[in-house]
């Protein structure tokens, strides 16, 4: 029986992990990735609802959709995370505890991807982990909503 729900959004992009320039993201797949979270959420109880887009609005949607039945949020906005005030507005909006994610290290990377719109809002930040910060994310998810 799962007590909480959390959504997992992946943002632009990543609908292409595996093949998208494997030397930053490596090889796993969105769908590999999905399945090692879902492994992890089925023991620790949890509940996921797995969400990818392209697209911004439809980002902001499911999170406004969802907002009555997740507890938390796992968020790699990919791109939008440097650019979207709507993403961030959504999340604030919902008030909804969230973990920023990136797969790789953006502050070794271009000066653009130094910002984001979503930092300063997270409970946390997990950069530079490769997928497996997905996993470290879920866990402490799980130690947040089990010790608040
Ligand atoms: C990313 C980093 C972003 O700068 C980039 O636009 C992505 C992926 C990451 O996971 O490392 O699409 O969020």
Do not use: W
Not at 117 to 137: E, Q, T
Request: proline share 2%; glycine share 8%.
């Amino acid at each position: 029986m799962s007590f909480y729900k959390v959504l997992v959004i992946n943002g632009p992009n990543l609908n292409l992990l595996g093949t998208r320039e494997p030397e930053i993201y490596g090889s796993d797949t969105l769908a590999s990735l999905q399945e090692m979270l879902d492994k992890k959420a089925k023991e620790l109880g949890i509940e996921l609802i797995h969400f990818q887009s392209n697209h911004e609005g439809d980002i902001v949607d499911i999170i406004q959709k969802t907002r009555n039945e997740v507890s938390f949020c796992l968020i790699n906005a990919g791109a939008y995370t440097h650019t979207s005030v709507a993403i961030r507005d959504a999340l604030c909006g919902v008030d909804l505890p969230f973990y920023e994610i990136h797969i790789s290290n953006v502050h070794k990377r271009e000066e653009f991807r130094h910002h984001s719109f979503l930092s300063d809002k997270a409970l946390g930040v997990i950069v530079g982990f490769g997928v497996r910060g997905y996993v470290y994310a879920l866990e402490n998810a799980y130690y947040y909503l089990t010790n608040k």
